[in-house]
């Protein structure tokens, strides 16, 4: 039984060490310790499908409805998990800049929970610029996030968004 249980741990061990997700890259994430409020720019204009053509290509018609849904979630994610910084839609008002650069999304259909469903992942690099002095404090480099999980593709990407904007509140 505890070989079992040897071999079970390190099967999680390894599973974790190959997971994608949110790492900073640069400076640290202390601000998030800080009260505070942070605008975000969006910037969707080099995302890809698939590492191959672009969002907007793939989600035609849908594009607007994706981006829309899609960042209200970030932001309603951020603002539930993150107990000091607060994201706020006024820049004029706020302590600091966070861009947000998509690189890449893509889909895959999970089978390995009680609920299967669609799940996405996303690639961005997130930069957060405090405003007084244009200092970069902190860089992210989310790489294949997983989150969402959803019949239905849509909500399945709109859950992964704010999924992610929980997750990086909560990254230190």
Known sequence: MKRFYVIF???????????????????????????????????????????????KAQWGEEYDAYVEQGEAQFVEGYNKESKKVKIIKDESSADYIMTVKFTNFDRFYSMMSVVPGNKHKIWAEITVVDKKNGEVICEYNVKEFKGGRDFSIFDSYTESMGDLGSELAETK
């Open 9 to 55: 741990c390190m099967a999680l061990i390894t599973m974790f060490a190959f997971a994608g997700g949110i790492k900073v890259s640069k400076g640290k994430a202390s601000y998030m310790k800080t009260e505070g409020k942070i605008f975000v720019v969006f910037d969707w204009t080099n995302a890809k499908w698939d590492h191959g053509k672009s969002v």
